[in-house]
């Protein structure tokens, strides 16, 4: 398959597995071979598919290097049990798969999957049929007649001919300079707003591609904006919505491992491993992921923004789709993105794999607890994944709260107040302020705020190393060893020379001594 982005539609993830199943199909080298002492023609091994599709997954834009040889042979099974592929003998479905050299075969059928049936709600062709519709959701009292044709709400010159002529009738009736504001008129310039800018974001000129308008609640957004702690998180009312008590000091043990304020029993081998499956256990059994069975095809939309030219839309589109889950569930989210996110820069953190880093194993336990589908979805584990190592880098920006969706929602309540209607002679009414959802710079400007923002919390590691004055001097020069070849360009920024790095250790720079020139004896002659 051709390293493509697949556009933001419904049913991404359906689209995406027909993609790859017919590149594998058409793309895998088929050839003869032998197998108890006999011959079989157009077939191949298990081993040469997982090293064919591994290859195709890691160079694919929608999937990307993070995909593991373990997740390709787990979309192997996947293609075996759905009759992508059978084994050489016919069988699949309840036929397992391994990395060896057992052979198999395509079958004659297609193994294409047919699109379910879109919503009702989402066969209407564009956004402005739901502006025409006097239930739509973009209907605002005393607003949806003044949306202008910059935000993408398009309407013929007889729609705006209408409009208008309602508009001078409505002001002659009223003339007052404030209107009442109800909460329903709050609540929906909130839902308005967020999709204005979303789909200014996404650049789509329709938003029935991404998402139903009717799955933003108001409500959600607006706790999530204003009930927050001074570092962005969501702090719940309702304390039986929250996380219990032993995993939150579960997952501050492991996230300030081992600086934990809530160590003050002994630990033993082993400990921080007991204290990880128990915080694991909570996450995966939750009825529901964090990002809810709602926004699914929402958030694996956005998966094909994750490019690196794209990193800057991607984070402003996440960052608003995170504010429209229910409070616990983003109060969730944030909590735990941060714990992985730590853990993962930790270089004092024990091992807690036997065969996997903390990083690959933060995002093969989590994934399916942030992201999957209700009904199972064959990619769901690659797109879960992929997501999930997005949000645990960026996660600070993509989780904190955006000042300036507050500031448009004030400006369209003060607009929909004081009406800023003109004569009526004009026949034209004052458009609604334009908003920028980020302040463009430079592309050397981005990548000195990513180098400086992703980076920070290495560099910060890395002092703490230094001034850890409980570690032996020999473990102390190891873990340093470890972070110079982990992260070379930190750790001369902060030793540039071999005398700072010295005096670390107090070590005497050794110099090396001259060595001594020693005179050939003269020989005199015994005669005087």
């Known amino acids: 398959m051709e390293n493509q982005d697949m556009p933001p539609r419904p049913y991404r993830a359906t689209k995406l597995w027909n993609e790859i199943t017919t590149s594998f199909r058409v793309g895998m080298p088929l050839r003869n071979h032998r197998q108890h002492f006999k011959k079989y023609g157009n077939c191949f091994t298990a081993g040469e598919a997982v090293d064919w599709l591994y290859d195709l997954l890691r160079t694919n834009s929608n999937f990307g290097p993070e995909v593991t040889r373990q ?76 949306t202008p044709k910059k935000h993408g709400l398009h309407f013929s010159q007889e729609n705006s001919e209408k409009m208008n002529c309602e508009i001078i009738d409505e002001d002659q009736e009223n003339l007052a300079d404030n209107r009442e504001i109800s909460q329903k008129d709050v609540e929906e310039v909130w839902r308005y707003v967020i999709l204005i800018y979303l789909q200014t974001i996404l650049g789509v000129s329709s938003l029935e591609e991404v998402i139903n308008p009717k799955q933003v609640i108001p409500q959600y957004i607006m706790y999530n904006m204003t009930n927050t702690s001074k570092h962005g998180v969501v702090i719940l009312q309702d304390k039986s919505d929250d996380l219990p008590h032993w995993v939150l000091s579960a997952m501050k043990c492991l996230a300030n491992w081992p600086r934990s304020n809530d160590m003050n029993n002994p630990t033993y081998i082993g400990f921080e491993r007991d204290v990880f499956r128990t915080i694991a256990d909570y996450f995966l059994d939750l009825p529901e992921p964090l990002l809810t069975f709602e926004y699914y095809e929402l958030f694996v939309n956005i998966l094909g923004l994750l490019q690196p030219h794209l990193e800057r839309v991607a984070i402003d589109a996440l960052q608003l789709c995170c504010l429209l889950l229910p409070p616990p569930n983003r109060r969730k989210l944030q909590l735990l993105m941060r714990m992985i996110s730590r853990m993962s820069q930790n270089v004092d953190m024990p091992q807690l794999h036997d065969a996997m880093g903390t990083r690959p194993l933060m995002i093969h336990t989590f994934s399916r607890s942030v992201l999957r589908c209700a009904e199972e979805v064959d990619l769901d584990e690659l797109l879960a994944a992929r997501l999930v190592s997005f949000l645990m880098d960026h996660q600070q920006e993509i989780l904190q709260v955006p000042s300036y969706l507050q500031a448009a929602v004030e400006k369209h309540l003060d607009y929909l107040r004081k009406g800023h209607i003109k004569n009526p002679g004009d026949g034209v009414i004052a458009p609604l302020p334009a908003y920028s959802y980020c302040k463009q710079i430079s592309a050397q400007e981005f990548d000195e705020q990513k180098v400086s923002t992703s980076q ?73």
């Open 71 to 146: 997740q390709t042979i787990q979309l192997l099974r996947k293609f075996l049990k759905n009759h992508v592929i059978e084994d050489i003998k016919g069988k699949w479905g309840t036929e397992n798969l391994d990395d060896n050299s057992q052979l198999f075969r395509f079958p004659t059928s297609s193994p294409l999957k047919t699109l379910p049936r879109r919503h009702p709600e989402l066969r209407k062709n564009s956004i402005e049929n739901f502006s025409k519709d006097k239930d739509s959701i973009f209907k605002l009292r005393n607003l949806s007649r003044r």
């Open 456 to 528: 920070a919390a290495i560099a910060e590691l890395l002092e703490n190393i230094i001034k850890n004055k409980s570690l032996p001097l020999k473990e102390k020069r190891r873990k340093l060893k470890q972070f110079q070849k982990e992260y070379p360009l930190i750790y001369q920024k902060r030793f540039p020379t071999s005398e700072s790095e010295a005096a670390l250790f107090g070590d005497k720079p050794t110099i090396k001594q001259p060595m001594l020139f020693l005179r050939k004896p003269k020989f005199r002659s015994l005669r005087y």
